[in-house]
């Protein structure tokens, strides 16, 4: 398949691609400079009860929408960045890490009506002392104009545009009313404090973080284990409060919710850290994801890799970006995935003995589609650890005939992997996982909506080990057959067609 729309499972090539593609993306906003000051702590000032702490190290990296173009460009993107600084030597400093990091700042407007806004963050050891935050101050009428008039030229030919609002009124008056005015390009994402002045733009994507979601709603979350479920209740109003056709909330260690009207949504898990000293996780998310959907790949699967981008810069410390190799690299690591009953065993131990629910599914998941991707954010959904038992090569053939499965266990292990939702993956050779059910107890086992629990041998083993059966939707227009069809259809009618062929093509 050569259209990445096609695309729904995560693969060590797609980041390559993505790069190799390489559209022309705008981001316009607001602007800073971060800076991260190390030090050690050895005495305490005389003056007053506080440490003193000796400079060892100072770094400095662009922020806020400024850090959203360092990801682009990381990623692959051609970048160029719109936005304001003052002609104080922070600026000077932002738009030269910007140039060496190849983002085009032909557009980025120095101008004594305007203050670079700094965030330095002063650590003693690891542990962060104080963050000095200056310049966030409205600029003047005439910067704001001289910005205005860039607008038209930044957002030429490009792909797409990242509008990165957080409130520093760079984007108010006049520049507002020019991104409004101007024709859109192929992609609009909105990152914004308060999207709502944004909606008349109608953007594709709305991204809100939690707490930016409840203000736009007017509410306070009532109880944070429950953000989802609230997040999902009010879906309808997040889109129209936004303009969006689809809002994605971003929701820090519970991953994030995409919302669409169709009710079709999407969610992604994330996979905290216990401590950490990064920032700027949200703008490589909104980074990723507009790469993604700039080069065609579909929006759940730009959620699902932006999901794996801000996971890895959440690791590091300090104000980073997560790049091409970065994404590559990560990927990289799932075709050897399969973890063998006896392991999975032990470490499911570990984890119901953390008080968390164990959710088991299984099938042959062989060309990923749709279906299969919301089937399985439901099962994770039922509980907290999700496990995806795969029928191996031989059991598949047994099950679905001498052609199938079309990618192996190991691609097809790679790509359910990737996927935020699931938490562990195994193989079994059986003609259904009973055995596995006998070894891991489940507390949940979760089935498509083909099925019935009647009809499923495996209902008495598992609820002899008292766990539930859970029957989950079944989409019939997304099965792998039909998909498989749908592509040697195709296939079929390209002219120079070689039948012997069929298995490359359709992969």
């Excluded at 260690?253 to 920032?279: C, F, I, N, Y």
Aim: glycine share 8%; net charge negative.
């Amino acid at each position: 398949m050569s259209s990445l729309d096609n695309v729904r499972g995560l693969a060590d090539w797609i980041p390559g691609r993505l790069a190799d593609i390489a559209p022309v993306i705008t981001v316009v906003g607001d602007v800073m400079l971060d800076g991260w000051w190390h030090g050690t702590i050895e005495r305490f000032c005389r003056e007053a009860p506080a440490p003193v702490v000796e400079l060892t190290q100072q770094t400095y990296a662009p922020g806020g929408a400024a850090n959203t173009a360092m990801n682009l460009a990381a990623l692959g993107a051609r970048v160029r960045i719109a936005g304001l600084t003052g002609t104080d030597d922070a600026g000077r400093q932002l738009r030269e890490i910007l140039t060496n990091a190849n983002v085009d700042t032909t557009h980025l407007i120095q101008h004594p009506g305007a203050t670079t806004t700094t965030k330095y963050r002063v650590l003693g050891g690891d542990q962060m002392m104080l963050r000095l935050d200056s310049g966030a101050t409205t600029p003047t009428a005439e910067a704001l104009q001289v910005l205005a008039d860039a607008v038209p030229g930044a957002l030429a030919d490009s792909a797409a545009v990242v509008i990165c609002d957080y409130g520093s009124g760079a984007l108010s008056g006049v520049v507002h009313e020019a991104l409004l005015k101007e024709p859109r390009p192929g992609v609009t994402v909105v990152d914004a404090h308060d999207p709502g002045p944004w909606a008349p733009l109608r953007p594709d994507v709305a991204t809100p973080n939690a707490a930016e979601a409840a203000q736009l709603l007017g509410l306070k979350w009532d109880d944070s284990a429950r953000r989802v479920d609230q997040v999902q209740e009010r879906a309808s109003d997040l889109l129209e409060a936004t303009g969006a056709r689809a809002v994605i909330v971003t929701l820090d260690r519970d991953g994030t919710v995409m919302l669409t009207p169709d009710d079709r949504g999407h969610r992604t898990w994330a996979k905290p850290v216990t401590e950490k000293q990064a920032s700027g996780a949200g703008d490589t998310f909104v980074a990723c994801l507009t790469l993604a959907r700039a080069t065609g790949l579909p929006l759940t699967t730009a959620q699902d890799l932006a999901q794996i981008a801000a996971d890895v810069v959440v690791r590091r410390k300090g104000t980073s970006v997560c790049s091409t190799a970065d994404l590559a690299k990560y990927l990289g690591y799932f075709p050897d995935s399969v973890v063998d009953a006896e392991t999975l065993a032990s470490l499911i131990a570990e984890e119901r003995a953390a008080g968390k629910r164990i959710v088991l599914t299984n099938g042959c998941f062989d060309v990923l589609h749709r279906g299969h991707t919301r089937y399985l954010n439901q099962a994770k959904e039922l509980g907290d650890v999700l496990v995806v038992a795969l029928n191996d090569d031989a059991s598949t053939r047994r099950l679905k005939g001498p052609d199938r499965p079309i990618n192996a266990l190991s691609d097809r292990a790679g790509v359910i992997a990737a996927l935020s939702c699931v938490d562990y993956v195994t193989a079994f050779s059986t003609d259904n996982p009973i055995p596995l059910i006998e070894i891991l107890h489940p507390d949940i086992y979760a089935k498509g909506g083909d099925y019935s629990t009647e009809m499923l041998e495996e209902t008495d083993v598992v609820e002899a080990h008292g766990g539930v059966v859970r029957i989950l939707d079944y989409v019939a227009d997304h099965s792998t057959t039909a998909v498989v069809e749908r592509i040697q259809a195709q296939v079929a009618h390209q002219p120079g067609h070689n039948p012997a062929q069929r298995g490359a093509e359709v992969l």
